[in-house]
DNA sequence: CTGTTAGCGCGTTCAT
DNA sequence: ATGAACGCGCTAACAG
């Protein structure tokens, strides 16, 4: 930046000013600074004005895994909208496990970012209550947090399982199993409290938790759940992986779909018209989710705002009807043959566009 | 830090010792130090260490988009290597652009990282030749560069194409189309030259190179296709989402696979063995892909290597034969009926794990 | 409108 | 084995 001073036949402090864009300098000297600029092929150097001035324009991003496409295309939303505001995302995954959540929530802050979305692992998460997280803007998405203070972005995940499952019983089914992954996650219960409800609103009894984490285990599962006594006719899957585990298993066990059971699932798969059948799923915004997170915590960046009781953003789900619930049982898996119900949304929030 | 050196009773150079484990402190004193930390809830500021030490343990990791999940997955590779160096990333999407992938590199120097992982967008690359990239470690993934100086890691995407087409044209298909997203892809020149060879070697006429960019493009193309009067009677999709364009396209049509139409495709889908029919595809490596480009990168970080000719590794691809191209043809989808054929590879790659 | 002074929080270079 | 001074590259706060 000397150089670049010299070259331009200024002071250093008129080279900054021209970088960000002050106003006080003469269109003249400007112009010899950027040319000076051009000339020296100048880089500023982003860590010593970050180092002074307090803030890195960075934020941090952890997400479970990269490979599941929700947590993906969250991500992306996130990315995009930080880069609108010229914003940098340096991106970790936990690998759902609180202690690697908490090294790299930690690296962050040394790394002096200025927000943090996080989608946080399972487990005690009153580590963030910790003195060093209180300067830095946090939001969560897809799962809460237990302190009040941060803002997160959710589903109504409990309405949204009620409204599939309700669908079923609409169909006449009586006996519905639920599959989900690690019971230990905040979406998996509040799916199974919203499946609960819907069967015991329906005077049906609820079925126990079927946990799959492997697709083997989804085969022997289901398989024991079709081979009782009184055999399950439907099954719901609480995310696109247990729909996925599902499908499998019922391909293996050779179950035809929806003659034999019936299925519905959350989460909408990009492939989900063109399997057979086509499936009835509760599909979330979910790039709509990771932009609304973003719009958050760019806010709260933006008016140095740390507020005792944070905002709480539901977004609305809807139950896309296809074929595997049993509607439309001989449509050929044309799209156009979907209904879309909206669910209702708890409060649906606007989100403008700061700057 | 001078808080903490104060509390220890010690002078700053003291702490910065002890936190860079250098050898020389007493263990009395580290420990009166590490007390001190602890009380003060002392964090280091990690942007002064690297505006210092002229390194931030971070890396760039470039990819055009992530909902598409062999970037995704790469990222997730990238990742998880990173953070067993101890090493940040900083991740952007290029969204297929080239300026935007210029942008953002040259952000990324601003940001001193010490190394990037690209997938390159379209367009000419000899903007990387410029000397502000002289002094940053690069390695490309799935597609190269034109200069030779950039390590990268790829498939062998032609000889790929040409195992599944022999593949189709084995089952005695002679009118083979070839579907593919933009052409300016260097994936897409490599697959459809790949294409052009198998079906040339085996006497017959190549299709011109279909673009399916929309699914109703795709609807469209097949259609026209599929209708002429020399019908085409199998297609082959050049990757994951041409792939779903065209199952798409063919459900739509009410065209039966393999029956009227026997399909393949480059990119296995995580659904490939519950659609029906089964798909037929050549796999690529991806977790590893991403896996060795992270894995040569810091290679040269660590040796502090800039060679002028980078290496090229060559990861192997696997023709996984279900029965979307007429194989197996009344199995039930099931994933033991697949059977893979290993390609030969060009260059099989040894990767150690560095540290 | 422009320059000067000071210091962001560390680590390297010397001393001791 | 430990500490003091200096500087990494930049900008906030004041002068002029």
Same mark, same amino acid.
């Given at each position: 930046m000397a150089d670049v001073a010299r070259l331009a036949g200024v002071g250093k402090m008129t080279v900054s000013r021209v970088l960000s864009g002050s106003a006080n300098v003469s269109d003249a000297t400007a112009d010899r600074v950027h040319r000076a600029i051009g000339m020296l092929n100048y880089q500023p $150097?982003?860590? !010593?004005r970050s180092l002074r001035s307090l803030h890195s324009r960075t934020i941090a991003v952890i997400v479970p895994y990269l490979y599941d496409s929700f947590f993906a295309t969250c991500a992306h939303a996130i990315s995009t909208v930080a880069k609108q505001h010229g914003y940098s995302v340096i991106l970790t995954t936990s690998d759902e496990e609180q202690e690697t959540e908490q090294r790299q929530t930690n690296l962050m802050v040394r790394r002096r970012?200025?927000? =943090?979305?996080?989608?946080? !692992?399972?487990?005690d998460d009153r580590y963030l209550r910790a003195e060093m997280y209180s300067r830095v803007h946090i939001v969560t998405l897809d799962r809460p947090l237990a302190d009040p203070r941060f803002d997160s972005v959710l589903v109504n995940n409990s309405a949204g399982t009620k409204m599939a499952v309700e669908h079923l019983i609409g169909h006449g089914h009586r006996r519905i199993g639920f599959l989900g992954v690690g019971r230990e996650l905040y979406t998996m219960k509040a799916r199974y409290a919203g499946y609960?409800? !819907? =069967? =015991?609103?329906?005077?049906?009894?609820a079925e126990p938790y079927m946990e799959c984490r492997t697709p083997e285990q989804a085969v022997e599962q289901i398989g024991a759940a079709l081979n009782r006594g009184q055999p399950l006719s439907a099954l719901f899957a609480a995310n696109n992986l247990t729909t996925r585990y599902l499908l499998h298993a019922l391909n293996t066990l050779h179950v035809d779909v929806p003659e034999q059971v019936a299925t !519905?699932?959350?989460d909408d798969l990009d492939v989900a018209d063109i399997l057979q059948p086509t499936l009835t799923v509760v599909r979330q915004p979910v790039y709509q989710i990771g932009e609304a997170a973003a $719009?958050?915590?760019?806010?709260?960046?933006l008016r140095r705002e740390f507020p005792s009781t944070g905002r709480r953003v539901v977004l609305p789900l809807?139950?896309?009807?296809?074929?595997?619930?049993?509607?439309h049982a001989n449509a050929q898996g044309n799209s156009k043959a979907a209904?879309?119900?909206p669910a209702r949304a708890e409060r649906a929030a606007a989100h403008s566009r700061q700057n």
């Open positions: $150097n982003e860590l !010593a970012i200025d927000g =943090m979305v996080i989608i946080p !692992a399972p487990g609960r409800q !819907a =069967m =015991m609103r329906a005077g049906l009894a !519905a699932g959350f $719009n958050l915590l760019f806010e709260r960046i809807e139950l896309v009807v296809r074929s595997s619930c049993g509607c209904e879309t119900v």
